[in-house]
């Protein structure tokens, strides 16, 4: 992934395509392709490879379902490919994260936060909502290092509520050296330099 991030919006509604760009094209980071249909999607897709994140609506002509999800996953290379939709039901999500899919931004998601959820997806973290409930430690582009496991998730919930180490380790029964070792290793898969950046970070993916 380079620095600059090539995001592909596939979806039909032309009002919401032009929102996302306008709001996106504040951070010159991002390059903005439309894609209006499954079609469109595909032939970007099959002609470009370097699409870094692919946001797909469920919904647009042309697609049919998980079938059309798979095609689109198998041509995507290593571009992240994420759900963006506004009416997903959970067992739909729970089976395109295991298919290899990146997660879901919803439709009404705050596009203030729509720049830092791309970017952390673009870093190898799955996103969903915390609400909708779906674990996505098992979500997987080929870059295990960026999974949480529920005793990381567990961990950063506990440090955002401004526990210490020592704490923490005494709730859960565990050494001080060891959840030193886990907060490391959170750092590393959020792309985070320390604790605070860490929770952010999981704060601004829905993680917690």
């Not at 390059?31 to 595909?42: C, F, R, V, W």
């Not at 506990?158 to 030193?180: C, P, Q, Y």
Request: aromatic share 4%; charged share 20%; proline share 2%.
């Amino acid at each position: 992934m380079t620095d600059n991030l090539n995001i592909l919006i596939a979806d039909d509604h032309e009002l919401i395509r032009d929102a996302l760009v306008l709001a996106l094209r504040q951070d010159e980071t991002f390059e903005l392709i439309p894609a209006s249909n499954y079609d469109e999607t595909e032939a970007i897709l099959t002609k470009r490879t370097d699409i870094d994140i692919v946001m797909l609506d469920v919904v647009m002509p042309g697609m049919q379902g998980r079938a059309s999800l798979e095609a689109i996953l198998s041509i995507a290379g290593q571009a992240k490919v994420v759900l963006f939709s506004g009416n997903v039901t959970r067992d739909f999500l729970s089976e395109a994260l295991g298919c290899g899919c990146a997660g879901l931004i919803p439709k009404d998601l705050r596009l203030s936060s729509l720049g830092s959820v791309l970017k952390l997806i673009a870093s190898g973290v799955p996103f969903v909502p915390a609400q909708l409930g779906v674990n996505t430690t098992f979500c997987s582009q080929g870059n295990s290092a960026a999974q949480l496991s529920e005793r990381d998730v567990t961990i950063l919930r506990m440090v955002s509520e401004g526990r210490t180490n020592k704490e923490i380790a005494w709730h859960l029964g565990l050494a001080d050296v060891t959840i030193k070792y886990n907060m490391r290793n959170i750092c590393e898969k959020l792309q985070a330099k320390n604790r605070a950046q860490a929770v952010n970070n999981a704060r601004t993916s829905g993680i917690i």
